[in-house]
């Protein structure tokens, strides 16, 4: 049985999530004290609407495009992220998965590895634990505006990327520039704290996993994988399952997301999916975060080259 966004699941997941966000902030407004330890779970809510943008930009959340259209918005909102151009960005990442370097989340990475000297300064980041992919990526592709030209589509497209962009800046400035003092104290480390789990979890999903590149083949035998086949190219990981479904909101089930796409969040778990990419999270990210950047980004974990679902892969 395949599961589809209902507008009144869509709506009692996006009522209670925001409920819970507000309250969070607002007992940090009302007790300042509070705000030394109450940035974590502000910082963890923070993954539930990257699951909500998630959805929305699947419409997978609603049944309708309004209603995936302002819980996407919404949902940039705590996660500075602009909407439609993560939306677009995205599709070019589903359509294009397995295929190094046209998938936009990895075709900025060059085809032959750097120089050690080349890579120091990113591994000694990457050693800091500061989230130095994660903000790059972001601000290049979906904060930058010269990228927006580039989409594919119809030109309104354009004008939604931009309007995603102000509408973020917009938002910001007016409280940060009211409340300046709540503003830096209570969002601040909340951001801090998302992105420092941001580069080891997201690169949780693909890396380290063997892909195939464009140069490589004739113009003609270049074609999407279906999603089908995506789970040779992805990975999920796992903490808790009550972690898994109420804190990341199924965010962690990539490889059952990229299997079926159209699916929303607050149904995946649902799914009868089986995977043997999937990996205990922390567990993963220790092993990861003592690799040298250069192994991270550009090395091959065997174990996924041998497994029969990308063999499968490699024959077509």
Known sequence: ?????TNGKGLRSFV???????????????YPGSRGFLFIPLSALMWGWLSVMHSAGHRAYFRNRLGNAVSGLVASLFILVP??????????????????DLDPTSGDLPKKIPERRALSGLNFFWKTWFPILSIVHTVQHLWNPFRF??????????????????WIAVVHAFVAWNWP??????????VAFFLLLSDPV?????????????QDFQANAV?????????????????????????????????????????????LHRVQFQTSHIEPLFPWIWKLKKQHIR?????????YGATEDFKQVSKT
């Open 295 to 303: 192994d991270v980004l550009f090395g091959i974990d065997p174990k």
């Open 149 to 166: 030209w580039k989409v594919p589509g119809p030109k309104i497209r354009i004008l939604k990327c931009v309007s995603s962009v102000i």
């Open 223 to 267: 074609r999407p994988f279906a999603p089908k086949l995506h789970d040779a190219f992805t990975r999920s990981f796992t903490i808790h399952p009550w972690i898994d479904r109420w804190v990341f909101l199924n965010f962690n089930l990539h490889s059952a997301h990229h299997r079926y796409p159209t699916v929303p969040h607050y149904e």
């Open 16 to 30: 209670i999530l925001l409920s819970i966000t507000l309250a969070t902030i607002g007992i940090q407004l009302r």
């Open 202 to 214: 997201l690169m949780s999903q693909h890396a380290q996993i063997p892909m195939k590149r464009s």
């Open 1 to 5: 049985m395949m599961y589809r966004a």
């Open 181 to 190: 003092w709540e503003y830096a104290t209570i969002l601040g480390p909340a």
């Open 83 to 100: 909407f439609y151009p993560w939306r677009y960005h995205h599709g070019l990442h589903h359509r294009w998965t397995g295929w190094m």
